[in-house]
């Protein structure tokens, strides 16, 4: 078994500044190892988001992604993301992301960021059934044992490890995971609490609350689509399944404190529509405490093959 560490997430979003080819600038990242074909949609949003906060350098934060996917990116391999800076202004900054692989643009998002102002503050409380009877996370089984002595579908040794050990996160599951089965019922919705191997290192280029918001864009991609998953009854070992993310949008309401993001965050997820083989799942990140961070939606391809 790999050693359970948030090192990969580290690695994703090492960017290496180069000339820039398209844009104004520009930074290349390596996707990170996995047992699939292609590589893991969260790297580049992750990525891109690191890119477009290495170039705002006036305090302004990140509220705002707006992504597409365009092509799978190949695993291990070279991301040029291109950045075009589109506007300055006191308040606001806005700038494209397009990323390239080989030569091809494979992913593009829109970032936008703000100064902040006095306002009026309204946040929304954790969704049903989540305030009452919610199992903490120290009740729930981590990956590596909930999938010890289990097997099935196309469930290999090799994914095992990875759900386990290499995507950085522990994440465990409300009412159950979709590793081999639907544990827990067919309901259009779930929660999934996350919590990183380790302390998130330092991230060059990035303040703390910069990589806190890269990390969340970060982890969100992988789970993201199970409610929708959930609903159609299909589990990730399924034989024939192919899914893949095609859009994404992320909004940050308001940022971790110091060192939030080391600990337990809720992640409560529902189906919203499923439909021509796309569906779509929304996420909201909470604090323990009930505090929400964040917001993702995300469109997915799901092809069910000829198993079902």
Known sequence: MADTTSE????????????????DLAFTAVTQPCPWPKAYGGDLVAQAAAAAMRTVEDGKALHSMHSYFMRPAEIGEPV???VEVL????GYATRQVRAYQRGKALYVCLANFAAGEPG?????????PYPSGLPGPEELPDTAAYLADRAGGTMTRAAK?????????????VPGPLYLDVEGGRAPHQAVWVRPFDAL?????LTGAQRDAAALAYVCDYTILEPVLRVLGLAWARPGLVTASL??????HRPPGPGELDGWLLY????VAAESGRGLGEGRFFTPEGVHLATVLQEGMIREGAGR
């Open 268 to 271: 409560a997820q529902r189906a």
């Open 87 to 90: 506007r300055d202004g006191r």
């Open 247 to 252: 859009d994404h949008a992320m909004w940050f």
């Open 8 to 23: 990969s997430f580290a690695a994703a979003v090492a960017l290496e500044p180069v000339a820039p080819e398209h844009f």
């Open 80 to 82: 040029r993301h291109e």
């Open 161 to 173: 490890e990875y759900w386990s050990a290499g995507r950085s996160f522990d994440l465990r599951h």
């Open 120 to 128: 009026g503050r309204y946040a929304a409380a954790l969704p049903e």
């Open 201 to 205: 290192r330092p991230v060059e280029g």
